[in-house]
C-alpha cells in the first residue's frame, strides 16, 4: 500500500519543531546557503493528526501535496523504489529546508520542469539512491513559511556516505543556482525508539 | 507593470467573506455542483496586507501563487493581453470556488496539463474572452480549505453574456468532469466605489 501512495496526495500539515524535545537528537546544524537555524538540541516531527503545540528554538511547517513535477512514469518508478519512512534501521535522519529564489518562481512550469529534471536530473541523481534512503518533501511556500520546501531524509547508519554524495550532486545542479537559503539539520535516534508521530 | 505580473508569484493570501459588509452586494449564489455556500447579502475582499478580522456567514481563503501549467510562452500570451483588475467600468464580477476530485489529484503533473491544456483547451478557451474579462486564481488546498481554487473574474455588465459563455465552454470539457464541488457566486457594485482592498 505504502509504495504506491505518492500518486493519492492528500496534503497533510506536517511541523518540524527544533527543541527539547522529540525522539531525535540533533548531531548538526549547518547553514549551507544563507541564513542558518539556531542551535536545539532535539527535532519533534509532528503530522496534523497528532496534535499537540511545537514548543521549541524554532519550528517549521510544510504540507506534502500532490506532486508538481514528476510525470506517470517517472512517479511509478519512485513509487516502485522507494522505501516507507519509519524503518526499524533508518536511524539517521536529515532535514534541509530549502528556499528558492524569486527568479524560480518568475519561470513558468516548462521552465522549472526543464532545469529540474531535463537539465540538472534531480529526479534520476533521487533515484539513484533507491531504496536505501526514504523521502517525504513538504511544501511551505503558499503558507507563507520561510522555506519554499522542507525535505526530510531517513537512512541507515551504513549509507550516511551515500546521503552525502546524493545531496554533493544535486548541489552540484544548474537547479540549486536557484537555491538561495538552505540549512542541513543532521538527526539520529537509538535503534527502537518512535520516530514519528504520523506516518504517512 | 501590470500585465507582466502573472510571471512574478509571491504568494498573497486572499479572503473572501460573504457577510453583511463589503464593496460587492452579492447578486446570486448557485450550486453547480456539490453542496452550495449560505446566502450572504455582501461580499468583502482582503488581500494579505490590508488587514481587519472576516466577520460573516462564510469566509474562503486561496493565495495567489506561481504558475502550475501554463508554459512560458502561453504566460507571455496571457500577460500581454489581460487586463488589470479594478477597472472603473467592471461593476460585475464572479467568485468561483472550485474542488477537484481525489481522481483529478492522484494524476501526475503530465497527466493534468494533458486534461488542462491538450484535451480541455483550457487555457485557449480563457484567452478568447481577453482582454474583456480579468481574472485572479488562488490556491486554497494546501491550507486545508473546502476548496481547492477560488477563481475571481471581473468585468462590464456588457460581457455578462460573454462570461458566461465562456463557464459553459469550460464546464463541458474533459477537465470538468473532475470538479466535485463548484458554487458560482455573483456580485455587483455601483460605478466609482472601491472594489477591492489590494488590487494585485
Given at each position: 500500500m505504502a509504495p504506491s501512495s505518492p500518486l493519492i496526495a492528500?496534503?497533510?500539515?506536517?511541523?518540524?519543531?527544533g527543541g527539547a524535545a522529540g525522539p531525535w537528537r540533533i548531531s548538526s546544524i549547518e547553514a549551507v546557503v544563507g541564513e542558518g537555524l539556531p542551535a536545539a538540541a532535539r527535532l519533534a516531527v509532528?503530522?496534523?493528526?497528532?496534535g499537540g503545540e511545537a514548543v521549541g528554538s524554532w519550528s517549521l511547517r510544510g504540507v506534502t501535496s500532490n506532486g508538481r513535477y514528476?510525470?506517470?512514469?517517472?512517479?511509478?518508478?519512485?513509487?516502485?523504489?522507494q522505501p516507507s519512512l519509519g524503518r526499524a534501521e533508518a536511524t539517521r535522519a536529515a532535514l534541509i529546508p530549502i528556499r528558492k529564489s524569486p527568479s524560480w518562481w518568475a519561470l513558468a512550469q516548462d521552465a522549472r520542469r526543464e532545469l529540474l529534471q531535463e537539465t540538472?536530473?534531480?529526479i534520476s541523481i533521487g533515484l539513484d539512491y533507491l531504496p536505501a534512503i526514504a523521502r517525504r518533501l513538504h511544501h511551505g511556500r503558499d503558507l507563507g513559511e520561510p522555506f519554499?520546501?522542507?525535505?526530510?531524509?531517513e537512512f541507515a547508519p551504513t549509507h550516511?556516505?551515500?546521503?552525502?554524495?546524493?545531496l554533493k550532486r544535486l548541489r552540484a545542479t544548474p537547479e540549486w543556482a536557484y537555491?538561495?537559503?538552505?540549512?542541513?539539520?543532521?538527526?539520529?535516534?537509538e535503534v527502537g525508539e518512535q520516530a514519528n508521530a504520523l506516518l504517512a
Open positions: 492528500t496534503p497533510i500539515l506536517y511541523t518540524y519543531t509532528r503530522g496534523a493528526e497528532s514528476t510525470t506517470g512514469e517517472e512517479a511509478r518508478t519512485l513509487a516502485e523504489r540538472s536530473r534531480h519554499d520546501f522542507l525535505t526530510w531524509f550516511e556516505a551515500d546521503f552525502n554524495s546524493l537555491v538561495d537559503r538552505e540549512v542541513d539539520v543532521r538527526v539520529r535516534r
